[in-house]
């Protein structure tokens, strides 16, 4: 298929090759980069860890070595609502069956957009130093906060 003067084709698809890698801030506003290789038909069907990722999908550009601060998970208080599935932007919140299982640290990239959405009190998730231990942040959690008298 040919391509325009914006390098993508008439369908607007920019075809990226190996030879032809952009940095992120090179990229034209508005292409899509493709999440999958070959066909996506049965993607939502099949676990993570069996999906036909393309180069540019999160799961394979792993963006987990920005993170400098990481969620720590309490399933002590966890409602199981799927808010911090929902939301996180790099799909590292691992869920079975509508309960929530912890964080994916492999690809994780620390923005803390879960525990902000998380509504528990205290939160189910919290945000803590790299280099802390998950029981040690577990063994300090907080004590739930009592409402304000009016
Ligand atoms: S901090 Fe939370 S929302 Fe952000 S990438 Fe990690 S698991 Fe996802
Ligand atoms: S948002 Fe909080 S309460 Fe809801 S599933 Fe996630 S950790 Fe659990």
Redesign the pocket.
């Known amino acids: 298929m040919s391509k325009g003067l914006d390098g993508t084709n008439k369908r607007g698809i920019l075809e990226l090759g190996a030879e032809e890698k952009k940095g992120w801030d090179e990229v034209p506003q508005g292409v899509v980069l493709n999440s999958f290789d070959g066909s996506i038909d049965n993607t939502a069907f099949l676990k993570p860890e069996d999906r036909e990722y393309s180069e540019f999908n999160s799961y394979i550009a792993s963006v987990a070595s920005w993170?400098v601060i990481?969620?720590v998970y309490n399933r002590d208080i966890c409602i199981d609502c799927q808010n911090?599935w929902v939301?996180?932007?790099?799909?590292?919140?691992i869920s079975r069956d509508k309960q929530m299982l912890g964080?994916?640290y492999d690809?994780?990239?620390?923005?803390?957009?879960?525990?902000e959405v998380c509504p528990t009190n205290p939160k189910s998730?919290l945000?803590f130093e790299e280099a802390t231990n998950n029981d040690d942040a577990l063994a300090g959690w907080p004590e739930k906060k009592k409402k304000a008298k009016k």
């Open positions: 993170r990481k969620p911090c939301w996180c932007p790099d799909t590292s919140i964080i994916d690809h994780c990239k620390g923005c803390g957009v879960c525990v998730l945000m």
